[in-house]
């Protein structure tokens, strides 16, 4: 499971952390991401972490937000930077997890419950 937390409100150009935390599994956490969906919006890809820490970014919060991680504590981070009202929605973190059963691998995806984040002008 996914616990998701950080959101509020806060006045444009400002900034909030948004953390992600996977509780215990036998699966092992490949890649993670940050999703989310505004007003009236279909959900959007915000950045990612990849198993070897490689990160990837939307065009429009390239430069403001930072995705990062804790293996150790199996979280992953959103840093967000000079908010913007369109930045406003619900977040989602998001992580790819892998585990051998019966000798099988097998991958699995997996949701947090979303962190409303209001970004006031």
């Known amino acids: 499971q996914l616990q998701a937390s950080g959101g509020g409100l806060v006045q444009a150009g400002g900034s909030l952390r948004l953390s992600c935390a996977a509780s215990?599994?036998?699966?092992?956490?490949?890649?993670m991401a940050w999703y989310r969906q505004g007003p009236g919006k279909e959900r959007e890809l915000v950045a990612t972490?990849?198993?070897?820490?490689?990160?990837s970014y939307a065009d429009s919060v390239k430069g403001r937000f930072t995705i990062s991680r804790d293996i150790a504590k199996s979280t992953v981070y959103l840093q967000m930077n000079s908010l913007k009202p369109e930045d406003a929605g619900i977040y989602y973190c998001?992580?790819?997890?892998?585990?051998?059963?019966?000798?099988?691998?097998?991958?699995?995806?997996?949701w947090g419950q979303g962190t409303l984040v209001t970004v006031s002008s």
């Open positions: 215990r599994s036998t699966f092992s956490l490949l890649n």
């Open positions: 972490i990849g198993g070897g820490a490689g990160t």
């Open positions: 998001y992580v790819k997890g892998r585990a051998v059963i019966l000798g099988s691998i097998q991958d699995r995806d997996f």
